[in-house]
């Protein structure tokens, strides 16, 4: 089931995503008043519009985007975490590393080097779906798998995390295994899990929106770009939901063309015609 846009939501979708360009282009966060001035609103209306349109406050975005920096440019290597830190418009250190793990996943030297030290446990099973994997970090579930291969999902995995410690999970781990496996049987009836998602300011307004779409229905691309305030960034919502780690936990199977024709999706179409089909038929 797709719905329309009011009017309004096109307004607000348009100053959120002239803001989200600000805050992006600036060397330091824009204030919260400064924002809501160049938009026409109170700050407490601006506030509202633009949660409400990106899932985050325009404080978090900010400190979003600034963590996509730190991670390209650790990333990229060749330059110091301090470095970093500065270049993506940290004023100081400490600032960074108050909230450093909640942005990274891992400490920045494990990230720089490629997840070294960082722990993380996975376990393999099986699903009427396929194979799946459930790895989960120190800050919660980072990666949700489905496929034909076992080995295969295990590889992306190593892939992801190159110099990570993977380690096999315990008995209880199998339980988090179960939830989720549960999650894949009955996709509509959800679950509460404590997430460790990765990814740039703008996957991370896509992912929440998704989030935010009911079982038993689907929005276009073009529907997510209009909520997250992005109205011409189709395609890099698409490529977003492409990028998702996490199946069903973020339920990326739920968006369609605009014709309501299914299309791509990391674990293939048929997975995703299933899924959709389970959830139709809970409601």
Known sequence: MTRAAPPSTNKHAALVAQACRRIEAADQPPSLDDLALQAGLSPFHFHRVFKAATGLTPKAYADAHRANAVRASLARGGTSVTEAIFDAGFNANSRFY????????????????????????????????????????????????????????????????????????????????????????????????????????????????????????????????????????????????ASNTLAVAIPCHRVVRSDGALSGYRWGVERKRELLSREGAGQ
Not at 103 to 123: N, S
Request: charged share 20%.
């Open 98 to 241: 108050e909230h450093a793990d909640a942005m990274l996943g891992m400490k920045p030297t494990q990230y720089r080097a490629g997840g070294v030290d960082a722990r993380i446990e996975f376990a393999i099973g099986e699903s009427s779906l396929g194979a799946i994997l459930v790895a989960r970090s120190q800050r919660g579930v980072c990666a949700i798998s489905l496929g034909d291969d076992a080995d295969a999902l295990l590889r992306e995995l190593q892939d992801r995390f190159p110099r990570a410690e993977l380690i096999g999970g315990d008995p209880s781990f199998e339980a988090l295994v179960a939830q989720v496996v549960g999650l894949i049987e009955q996709p509509n009836l959800g679950i509460d899990l404590p997430l460790d998602v990765r990814g740039t300011a703008f996957q991370q307004r896509v992912w929440q929106a998704l989030r935010q779409i009911p079982a038993g229905e689907t929005a276009s691309y073009a529907q997510i770009a209009q909520r997250i305030g992005s109205p011409k960034s189709v395609r890099a919502v698409a490529h977003a939901c």
